[in-house]
Structure formats: C-alpha cells, structure tokens
C-alpha cells in the first residue's frame, strides 16, 4: 500500500480561460477499486493524462507507484495476440496470460494465435485488461471499459475486477460499477470528492446531502428576508427618532435630546446587529448548492400514429456473405412500446435496426412498415460530427432554439455552441445526436447505443423522459439498469 498526494492541482488547456481543475488537493490509497464519476466534460480523461504526465500543471502529483493506461494502442495489430501481449507485458510468461483469460473466460488457445486486428471489440478489451493486471507496481487507470462489450461482458469483466485492486475505473455504468469499486472518485462543480463504497452508496449520499442542502438555502432565503425587512424597519425607526430631537412632546414642553440621542443610537445599533447578521446568513447561503448538478426535465416531441401496429418482423435473417449474422426474427413494435433487442456482440442488433431505418441490407423474410411512418436515429457512430451545432440544426431541419436548449438541459456550457463538434468529448458527441432526435417530430425512436460514453446523470435524465413521455422506442443498450427501467418488451437474438 502506498498514496497518491494531490496537492493544489490547477489546470487549463492552452488558450482556454476556465480551469479544469482548481486548487484540488486529495489523497489516493493505491489498494483501492475507485469508480471515477462526473459529468461529460468535466474532466475525468483529462485527470488520467495529467497521472500520465502529458500536460504542464501547476501544483503537485507524487506517487511511488508508475502508471498505465487502458486501453493501450497495440502497435503491431497485424501481429499474432500472443506477440502483442508480449510486446506489453515483456516479463510475463504464457501460462500467466492464460490464467488472466481464464478468469475472463476467454479460451486462450482461441485468441493467443490470431491476429489481433482479428478479435472482436470484446474480445480485444478482455486481452488487454488481462495484460494490465500482470503489470507489477503500477497503478491502473481504465478509461471507459464497457462501451465495446455486451451485458454479458460487462458482467464477467465486472468480476473479474472485483477481484483485483489499485485502479480507477471510469465507467457510466451503474451496475457495472456497483459490482467493482470499494470507493468512489468525483468530479463535482467545484472539485474532486472522495467517498467509500459503491456508486449507489454514493449516489444516495449525494441525494441526502443535496436535499439537506436545498431545505437549508430556503431557510436561508426566508431567514434573509425576514432580516432585510427588520433592518429596514430598525433603521426607519432610528431616523424618526434622530429626527424628532429638535421637535416637542406633548403638552409643548420640549424633548430630552440626550434621551432622544441615546434611543436613536440604540437603535442604530440594534440595525446594525441584524445587517451583520444578515451579511452572515447571505455568506452561509452562497456555500450551497454549489455542487447541486442541474437535471431539468427533458422533453420529446414524439407523433402518435394512426394505428397501434407501426411495423413487424416476420421470420427475419440477415446474413454478410456466407455469415448469418440473425435468423427468424419475429416480433411486433405496437404504439407506446418501448422495445430493447438483447444478445450478444455481433448476434445482429444494429443490422435490425438499421433495416428498419431503411438501410441497404440483404434479408429474407418479411419486414412491414407503415405508411408515411416517420423515424428518428440515432446511431453507434459519433466520427462523422464536425462543424458547429448550428450548421448541423440547420441540415437536419430541427428548432436550433429547442436543439440547443436540449444540450443546455444535459449540461453543455454556452461555450460549447462555439465550438466545432470535431473537438467534442465522446460523451458530448453521443448527447448531440440525442438532443437532434429528441427534437424530431417522430412516430418511432430507433436508438443504438445511445448511452456510450454519456454520464450517469445524464442517462438518469433520459430515462426520466422516456418513462414519462412514452414514445414508441426500439433500442439496443448494454446498460443492465437502463434496460431494466426502460424496456416494456425484450427482444433477445
């Protein structure tokens, strides 16, 4: 066991005016499982590059532990796995690269002799996870994990990690990161917090204090007002008494002054007390809700359709060459449903769906649609995104005012609509292709994984709409708690 200080920690990409990171000062045990968490943009990837060493920063990071990254960039892919792995862990022997894919249930005679460019997204994440835990005195820094692997991955890679230790873990996953931390590592409005336990511990805590802390900024608001108008009273009083020195009392005879001056300057001094205490009360009340993350409930302007049934599968396959990559798929999207197709990676998820957007794709069988049925996609791929946000409103005919205001909802800064999208986080890029869609007037949603990259508080927001507004939606997720909450219908391939 070692730590790892953080001491003032201030950080600025170049040209940018706003710090990243500001006087953040903390401690790392290396034993611990962190799960890093913090919205799109605020930081997270930018923390592991500066544990890396690859940006100038004023403050200090010490450690006695080095530190590695996942995922890494094989530099030979073309190379056989074993080659690979060798390449990146020169010390390691054979049979210890088979107990790691073991663990990961991965057949090692299946992949150590392939090309690795030939292994399946999964099945690349798993090998490299395995060559990071044989790495001796470092500590991990595992950066998104999940966005390639189906449920059923993300469940053996959750154990897998479970029984490891010295990592910080960023992940979006609720499930998968409630499996696999013992602490919790945030990046909030005003810097970074530490916490013990899983995500949902976590999570429940931050409730409890941002409930605490709204009850107490109303008290506070109340407690302001009702001293501004006693100081307003006190202070009107002592001015009628300072000015009623030179008049008379009743009867004609005339007033004590020194009595007078006395009173008024009690007065005096009394408003002054309540202005020194309203002064405090407005001091105490600025230190709320600083960390309180906005979540404004979102909106989808979805069309109802003229009759129950909006499309059908009936006893679809779908083959690439000589590879069937589904067969005999039935099912029916009724009005309101909202459908997530299950199964495995490469099982033919996406083909369905882009089938029924209309793409080119070789099938048998029987697809039925509706007439004058209008869709709204949202795909896997962000790449394409360049350009500002108001060129891409404009291209795909939707409110700028209501796309924008949509991104403002999933925590975008106004800086953002300046930029160019190219220079988007992936998070930030998958919430653009959400916002345009919720700001599409459609019959049916077909979403394919529009959950990567998205941070927690987001995806609860989503499901939030989606519970409350209903729309038609066929959708392929990996996100176990997200499907749970979500789906009203499983189609599993």
């Known amino acids: 066991m070692s730590l790892i200080n953080v001491s003032n ?3 600025a990409y170049d040209g940018s005016y706003d710090n990243i990171f500001e006087k953040a000062s903390f401690q790392l045990d ?20 500066l544990l890396l060493g690859k940006y100038e920063y004023s403050g200090t990071i010490s450690a006695k532990v080095g530190f590695e990254y996942f995922p890494f960039t094989a530099q030979h892919p073309e190379y056989l796995t074993m080659d690979v792995l060798e390449e990146v862990c020169p010390g390691a022997e054979q049979w210890q690269f088979v107990r790691e894919l073991s663990l990961l249930k991965v057949e090692a005679d299946d992949v150590l002799y392939r090309p690795f460019d030939s292994l399946s997204s999964g099945e690349q994440t798993k090998v490299m996870l395995a060559a990071l835990f044989l790495k001796e005195d470092r500590f991990l820094l595992i950066d998104e994990p999940t966005n390639h692997l189906d449920m059923e991955a993300r469940q053996l ?28 590592l945030s990046i909030n409005k005003t810097g970074i917090d530490i916490q013990k336990g899983s995500f949902s511990e976590w999570w429940e805590n931050k409730q409890r204090q941002d409930a605490y802390e709204l009850a107490e900024n109303d008290r506070l608001k109340a407690d302001i007002r009702r001293l501004s108008d006693a100081a307003k009273r006190t202070g009107g009083w002592s001015d009628e008494v300072e000015k009623s020195k030179n008049g008379t009392r009743n009867s004609g005879s005339k007033l004590d002054k020194g009595y007078v ?4 300057a009690k007065m005096m001094k009394r408003s002054k007390s309540i202005e020194q205490r309203q002064h405090s009360a407005i001091e105490d009340k600025s230190k709320l809700l600083k960390n309180i993350e906005s979540s404004d409930s979102l909106k989808i302007t979805a069309l109802p359709y003229h009759k129950n049934q909006l499309a059908e599968f009936d006893h679809i396959s779908i083959k690439y060459g000589e590879r069937t990559v589904c067969s005999d798929v039935s099912f029916v999207i009724g009005q309101g449903e909202r459908i997530a197709i299950s199964g495995k990676n490469g099982s033919g998820k996406s083909s369905l769906l882009k089938l029924l957007t209309g793409e080119d794709i070789s099938y048998t069988g029987t697809l039925r649609t509706g007439s004058q049925l209008k869709i709204s996609y949202v795909s896997q791929d962000t790449s394409f995104l360049q350009g500002s946000l108001t060129e891409y409103a404009r291209a795909h005919e939707v409110d700028e005012s209501l796309f924008k205001a949509i991104l403002r909802k999933l925590d975008f800064s106004r800086v953002q609509f300046e930029k160019d999208m190219a220079s988007f986080s992936g998070g930030q890029k998958k919430k653009v292709l959400i916002a345009r869609s919720l700001s599409e007037q459609a019959h049916l949603y077909i979403w394919d994984e529009p959950l990567n990259y998205i941070d927690i508080l987001s995806r609860m927001q989503i499901e939030e709409l989606l519970i409350d507004s209903a ?15 979500i789906a009203t219908k499983t189609v599993l391939l």
Do not use: M, Q
């Not at 890093?36 to 592991?48: D, Y």
């Open 9 to 11: 920690l201030t950080f």
């Open 157 to 184: 890679v959750s154990e897998y990690l479970n029984t490891k230790k010295g990592f910080i873990l960023v992940s979006h996953d609720r499930a998968f990161l409630d499996n696999c931390v013992d602490h919790i």
């Open 261 to 264: 001056g006395h009173k008024a």
């Open 30 to 49: 290396t034993d611990w499982k962190l799960g890093f968490t913090g919205r799109n943009g605020r930081g997270k990837t930018t923390f592991l590059n």
């Open 471 to 485: 729309p038609t939606l066929l959708f392929v997720e990996h996100d176990r708690e997200f499907c749970r909450n």
